[in-house]
């Protein structure tokens, strides 16, 4: 057995058992334990690899590597040379707080592959030598037999050669919601899905039903499982809309600062002033332009935004996670347990010749059972009556109730739903079963499609049979129509055609009595004479709240896109369901066509097709990736490890907190503590509103700069007095910028959020009506300034007065512009001005604080303020209301220009 080949790229799946085991150089013993310590040294522990780990001093370092982060620590060294070390400390508050947070967000983030790695830690039973052991899973090495049976973890990836009613869950993997039945015969297909290779079983899987065995072929990093492990680490992270926009925005301020200093610096020397006034006129201009409270503004308002979505039931892990789903065109879902419930249930039955509707959804027993839209009395329909009979006792699984009211199911789904239809008629088991004593079964066996229990009523001893329909039709003799009549198979297959062809998994229900004497089912008595009794059809069925959901993201302009491990026809009948395409089928793609495409090919695609069956994790990476070269902003949601490396790669990741495996939630950005899609689009619009409020910051902040900026140049142009010192420039940022910014974080949404489109992600931090309304608002401040200033040195007042008016007039016109920046089209007049009591009163304080500075004498010397007379401030209050005039009508010309242009289309 030491002779195993060098490891190549190879399809097990394909190659029969014998030929697996001479590839790998073992036999159905197993090898000895000197062959397996020796592939332990040389392929390593079957383990994930561990991802390298960051430093916490490497983690803290990246938080500064931001423009803006620069920008702030250039005014704080500015502010050290005009030793003003109280702003210093405030400015350098703002990098530490910015940098501590996204030190907390990134580490956890770097935990997901720990995670993993600790998902699969297990033990294995294996045949050494022929001998069984139980060992560590770390210790299977290729090669080993591998023993499996009902509620066990696949430790590796295993080629089946032996198999006895073996079903796994592969929903981890695969998104596939049914059982997987195995098998050991080769599989001839090249480059299978991953559901459709069932003489194999994967790592991380687990066994719901039966025992086998099987060989290792792939331990580690080169199982699936690993591969996955891999992608999840290839994919780092994805930097969100708003950190790429305000990356650049900080270039483009910095850039300015820059600019605006050395502009101001070279006016200053034509004006004969000392190179230290004109130093200390270019660094507070400087100062005055930098909009330091931007970063901590941003991120109060995504903390906001996420808080308001916690109260809706979802967990924001990382803080531009919430903006980016705002800006998000494209949401990619699983299927299983995300748009659907993840709990089969029966939906239609055709018994005696009649077609059945059941309502209710999941494993809690409530519904109806109606024909024509009728409810019926099960007693006058016995053919039903007896399907349903079949169903609930020719069953090995159980539904039970929790504590908590909730329903959870022991063992197969399928069964599960059986027995909740049977429930929903009124058949409770526990009489059945007292009713009907189970003598013998035949459990199910993938070769013989169909089980069966054998039951003792009174003096009475009948078969009950369930299967695959074209198994149980080919068996049957009889069709229970009132009395027992010849069956046309045909017309058999044909109702069970009709309803797989809607994406329903069918089951036959079949009977025949037997001999008084019989104790034993055996196979002779089942395969023939059967009376075949009907077909119940169940579906794992679609969350209402999805369906809602999904109507709303289309409203809202975001297209939604159903990835799924399921078979195309059940992923075309949900997809219908909820509304995810209208162009079915030609909008769905299946494994096989994506493994045959090429990236570029695919590429194509991804904007027409909206659906994807029989996928696998490797697809679903794909299809992102190629979907981001479109440009658009994908949001992927899901719960399984198959999900990890997809939610990664994606501009956000949605995992779910109740469904969902620690994997998926540790590598997503956002988890869903519900488990309900319909929670994204609360997200959608809570993020739409984050970007709303600091775009609305941003108006403020840089018109006002701008404003300020323009006025020292201005007089420094006419060669006026410097209106301003240094610190009264400061003095105006701290009383206008000081909260009054942070306040309008938590400004409450506006009604059309939810109608708009989704903003283009090229799209900069400052649109067009952005920029024209800030150079309009800076001409406003600095004219009204200038006119205010030249007026009271013409007027013979000192030159402390005259800068006292210049800012307490500058400090006016700011709070002034707070209401114009509460919305770019809406009116200020037709906002409460109280539907943001923090903003109120951050208003109303900053004034109170600015007064004070001008009647209380230790702020008055440092400040160099002098106070005002009353008629004073009234002529200053009307000037300063002179920009919430000018933007007014500003906003009026606007509207009726989109007005006149959509009249005109």
């Given at each position: 057995?030491?002779?195993?080949?060098?490891?190549?790229?190879v399809s097990w799946y394909q190659l029969n058992a014998e030929d697996v085991f001479a590839r790998l150089g073992t036999g159905r013993d197993g090898l000895s334990h000197q062959e397996a310590a020796r592939r332990l040294d040389e392929h390593g522990p079957n383990r994930l690899a561990a991802d390298e780990v960051a430093l916490p001093v490497t983690i803290l370092l990246r938080q500064i590597r931001s423009p803006l982060i620069y920008v702030l620590i250039g005014a704080a060294i500015v502010t050290v040379l005009l030793g003003k070390y109280v702003d210093t400390g405030v400015i350098l508050a703002v990098v530490v707080l910015n940098s501590v947070v996204g030190f907390i967000q990134e580490y956890k983030a770097e935990q997901a592959l720990r995670v993993l790695a600790q998902l699969v830690s297990l033990h294995a039973r294996v045949l050494r030598?022929?001998?069984?052991?139980?060992?560590?899973?770390?210790?299977?090495?290729?090669?080993?037999?591998?023993?499996?049976?009902?509620?066990?973890?696949?430790?590796?990836?295993?080629?089946?050669?032996?198999?006895?009613?073996?079903?796994?869950?592969?929903?981890?993997?695969?998104?596939?919601?049914?059982?997987?039945?195995?098998?050991?015969?080769?599989?001839?297909?090249?480059?299978?899905?991953?559901?459709?290779?069932?003489?194999?079983?994967?790592?991380?899987?687990?066994?719901?039903?039966?025992?086998?065995?099987?060989?290792?072929?792939?331990?580690?990093?080169?199982?699936?499982?690993?591969?996955?492990?891999?992608?999840?680490?290839?994919?780092?992270?994805?930097?969100?809309?708003?950190?790429?926009?305000?990356?650049?925005?900080?270039?483009?301020?910095?850039?300015?600062?820059?600019?605006?200093?050395?502009?101001?610096?070279?006016?200053?020397?034509?004006?004969?002033?000392?190179?230290?006034?004109?130093?200390?006129?270019?660094?507070?201009?400087?100062?005055?332009?930098?909009?330091?409270?931007?970063?901590?503004?941003?991120?109060?308002?995504?903390?906001?935004?996420?808080?308001?979505?916690?109260?809706?039931?979802?967990?924001?892990?990382?803080?531009?996670?919430?903006?980016?789903?705002?800006?998000?065109?494209?949401?990619?879902?699983?299927?299983?347990?995300?748009?659907?419930?993840?709990?089969?249930t029966v939906t239609k039955i055709w018994a005696g010749g009649r077609t059945y509707n059941l309502t209710g959804a999941g494993y809690v027993p409530k519904g109806e059972i109606l024909h024509e839209s009728h409810s019926i009395q099960l007693s006058d329909h016995p053919a039903l009556e007896l399907a349903l009979r079949i169903g609930l006792l020719a069953n090995e699984s159980d539904v039970y109730e929790e504590p908590d009211g909730s329903y959870r199911v022991d063992g197969d789904p399928t069964e599960a739903a059986l027995i909740v239809a049977a429930e929903k008629a009124g058949l409770h088991r526990e009489r059945e079963l007292a009713a009907y004593r189970t003598l013998d079964e035949i459990p199910f066996e993938s070769d013989r499609q169909y089980m069966a229990t054998l039951l003792a009523a009174d003096d009475t001893k009948v078969l009950?049979?369930?299967?695959?329909?074209?198994?149980?039709?080919?068996?049957?003799?009889?069709?229970?129509?009132?009395?027992?009549?010849?069956?046309?198979?045909?017309?058999?297959?044909?109702?069970?055609?009709?309803?797989?062809?809607?994406?329903?998994?069918?089951?036959?229900?079949?009977?025949?009595?037997?001999?008084?004497?019989?104790?034993?089912?055996?196979?002779?008595?089942?395969?023939?004479?059967?009376?075949?009794?009907?077909?119940?059809?169940?579906?794992?069925?679609?969350?209402?709240?999805?369906?809602?959901?999904?109507?709303?993201?289309?409203?809202?302009?975001?297209?939604?896109?159903?990835?799924?491990?399921?078979?195309?026809?059940?992923?075309?009948?949900?997809?219908?369901?909820?509304?995810?395409?209208?162009?079915?089928?030609?909008?769905?793609?299946?494994?096989?066509?994506?493994?045959?495409?090429?990236?570029?090919?695919?590429?194509?695609?991804?904007?027409?097709?909206?659906?994807?069956?029989?996928?696998?994790?490797?697809?679903?990476?794909?299809?992102?990736?190629?979907?981001?070269?479109?440009?658009?902003?994908?949001?992927?949601?899901?719960?399984?490890?198959?999900?990890?490396?997809?939610?990664?790669?994606?501009?956000?990741?949605?995992?779910?907190?109740?469904?969902?495996?620690?994997?998926?939630?540790?590598?997503?950005?956002?988890?869903?503590?519900?488990?309900?899609?319909?929670?994204?689009?609360?997200?959608?619009?809570?993020?739409?509103?984050?970007?709303?409020?600091?775009?609305?910051?941003?108006?403020?902040?840089?018109?006002?700069?701008?404003?300020?900026?323009?006025?020292?140049?201005?007089?420094?142009?006419?060669?006026?007095?410097?209106?301003?010192?240094?610190?009264?420039?400061?003095?105006?940022?701290?009383?206008?910028?000081?909260?009054?910014?942070?306040?309008?974080?938590?400004?409450?949404?506006?009604?059309?959020?939810?109608?708009?489109?989704?903003?283009?992600?090229?799209?900069?931090?400052?649109?067009?009506?952005?920029?024209?309304?800030?150079?309009?608002?800076?001409?406003?401040?600095?004219?009204?300034?200038?006119?205010?200033?030249?007026?009271?040195?013409?007027?013979?007042?000192?030159?402390?007065?005259?800068?006292?008016?210049?800012?307490?007039?500058?400090?006016?016109?700011?709070?002034?512009?707070?209401?114009?920046?509460?919305?770019?089209?809406?009116?200020?007049?037709?906002?409460?001005?109280?539907?943001?009591?923090?903003?109120?009163?951050?208003?109303?304080?900053?004034?109170?604080?600015?007064?004070?500075?001008?009647?209380?004498?230790?702020?008055?010397?440092?400040?160099?303020?002098?106070?005002?007379?009353?008629?004073?401030?009234?002529?200053?209050?009307?000037?300063?209301?002179?920009?919430?005039?000018?933007?007014?009508?500003?906003?009026?010309?606007?509207?009726?220009?989109?007005?006149?242009?959509?009249?005109?289309?």
């Amino acid at each position: 057995m030491a002779n195993m080949r060098s490891p190549v790229k190879v399809s097990w799946y394909q190659l029969n058992a014998e030929d697996v085991f001479a590839r790998l150089g073992t036999g159905r013993d197993g090898l000895s334990h000197q062959e397996a310590a020796r592939r332990l040294d040389e392929h390593g522990p079957n383990r994930l690899a561990a991802d390298e780990v960051a430093l916490p001093v490497t983690i803290l370092l990246r938080q500064i590597r931001s423009p803006l982060i620069y920008v702030l620590i250039g005014a704080a060294i500015v502010t050290v040379l005009l030793g003003k070390y109280v702003d210093t400390g405030v400015i350098l508050a703002v990098v530490v707080l910015n940098s501590v947070v996204g030190f907390i967000q990134e580490y956890k983030a770097e935990q997901a592959l720990r995670v993993l790695a600790q998902l699969v830690s297990l033990h294995a039973r294996v045949l050494r030598g022929g001998e069984e052991l139980e060992i560590d899973a770390s210790e299977v090495v290729p090669g080993d037999v591998v023993l499996l049976e009902s509620g066990t973890k696949v430790p590796c990836d295993l080629r089946l050669f032996r198999v006895l009613d073996l079903q796994t869950d592969e929903s981890i993997l695969t998104g596939e919601s049914l059982p997987v039945v195995k098998k050991t015969d080769p599989i001839p297909i090249l480059d299978a899905p991953l559901g459709d290779q069932t003489d194999m079983a994967f790592m991380g899987t687990i066994i719901v039903r039966g025992r086998g065995a099987g060989v290792a072929v792939a331990t580690g990093m080169s199982t699936v499982f690993g591969e996955i492990s891999a992608q999840v680490r290839r994919a780092g992270e994805t930097r969100s809309p708003l950190q790429v926009r305000l990356d650049q925005f900080a270039r483009l301020i910095a850039l300015v600062v820059l600019g605006v200093t050395a502009i101001v610096f070279v006016l200053g020397l034509t004006t004969g002033e000392s190179l230290a006034d004109v130093f200390l006129t270019a660094v507070a201009t400087a100062v005055a332009a930098v909009p330091e409270g931007l970063p901590v503004t941003i991120t109060v308002a995504l903390a906001v935004g996420v808080w308001r979505i916690a109260q809706q039931k979802a967990i924001i892990r990382k803080l531009p996670a919430i903006e980016t789903l705002g800006s998000c065109t494209v949401i990619a879902s699983d299927k299983t347990g995300t748009l659907t419930r993840n709990e089969m249930t029966v939906t239609k039955i055709w018994a005696g010749g009649r077609t059945y509707n059941l309502t209710g959804a999941g494993y809690v027993p409530k519904g109806e059972i109606l024909h024509e839209s009728h409810s019926i009395q099960l007693s006058d329909h016995p053919a039903l009556e007896l399907a349903l009979r079949i169903g609930l006792l020719a069953n090995e699984s159980d539904v039970y109730e929790e504590p908590d009211g909730s329903y959870r199911v022991d063992g197969d789904p399928t069964e599960a739903a059986l027995i909740v239809a049977a429930e929903k008629a009124g058949l409770h088991r526990e009489r059945e079963l007292a009713a009907y004593r189970t003598l013998d079964e035949i459990p199910f066996e993938s070769d013989r499609q169909y089980m069966a229990t054998l039951l003792a009523a009174d003096d009475t001893k009948v078969l009950f049979i369930k299967g695959a329909p074209e198994r149980i039709i080919e068996m049957c003799e009889m069709l229970l129509l009132g009395e027992g009549v010849p069956l046309d198979r045909a017309v058999a297959l044909g109702e069970a055609h009709k309803m797989a062809a809607t994406g329903l998994r069918v089951l036959a229900m079949a009977f025949r009595t037997v001999p008084s004497e019989t104790e034993v089912a055996d196979h002779q008595q089942v395969e023939h004479g059967l009376v075949l009794v009907g077909l119940e059809g169940m579906i794992d069925p679609p969350r209402p709240e999805a369906i809602e959901a999904v109507a709303a993201c289309k409203r809202a302009g975001i297209r939604p896109v159903m990835i799924t491990g399921d078979h195309r026809i059940t992923a075309e009948a949900i997809a219908r369901q909820i509304g995810v395409s209208e162009k079915l089928p030609s909008a769905v793609l299946d494994g096989r066509q994506l493994e045959a495409m090429s990236d570029e090919e695919l590429f194509g695609k991804v904007e027409e097709v909206s659906v994807y069956a029989r996928s696998s994790p490797q697809h679903k990476l794909r299809i992102v990736r190629q979907l981001r070269r479109h440009g658009e902003v994908v949001a992927v949601t899901g719960d399984g490890v198959n999900d990890a490396p997809a939610l990664k790669e994606a501009d956000i990741g949605v995992a779910m907190g109740i469904g969902g495996t620690d994997v998926a939630r540790e590598a997503s950005d956002m988890v869903l503590a519900d488990d309900n899609f319909a929670t994204i689009y609360a997200a959608v619009e809570q993020g739409r509103v984050v970007f709303d409020n600091v775009r609305k910051v941003i108006m403020f902040l840089i018109p006002t700069g701008l404003g300020l900026v323009l006025t020292i140049i201005a007089s420094i142009g006419l060669r006026l007095p410097l209106p301003f010192l240094p610190a009264q420039a400061i003095w105006i940022n701290l009383v206008t910028n000081g909260l009054q910014d942070v306040a309008m974080a938590f400004e409450p949404p506006e009604g059309d959020i939810g109608r708009r489109a989704p903003r283009n992600p090229r799209e900069g931090v400052m649109t067009r009506l952005m920029i024209e309304r800030t150079v309009t608002v800076g001409l406003v401040l600095m004219i009204g300034t200038l006119v205010i200033f030249v007026w009271q040195l013409n007027s013979g007042a000192s030159i402390d007065h005259a800068r006292t008016v210049a800012v307490t007039t500058m400090v006016l016109f700011q709070n002034f512009h707070i209401f114009n920046s509460r919305s770019f089209t809406k009116s200020a007049f037709v906002i409460n001005p109280l539907s943001n009591l923090f903003l109120f009163a951050t208003i109303v304080g900053a004034l109170g604080l600015h007064i004070l500075a001008m009647y209380w004498a230790p702020l008055q010397l440092v400040l160099r303020f002098e106070p005002l007379p009353l008629e004073t401030w009234l002529t200053l209050t009307a000037v300063a209301a002179s920009v919430l005039v000018v933007v007014e009508i500003e906003k009026a010309i606007r509207h009726r220009l989109r007005a006149a242009s959509k009249r005109s289309v």
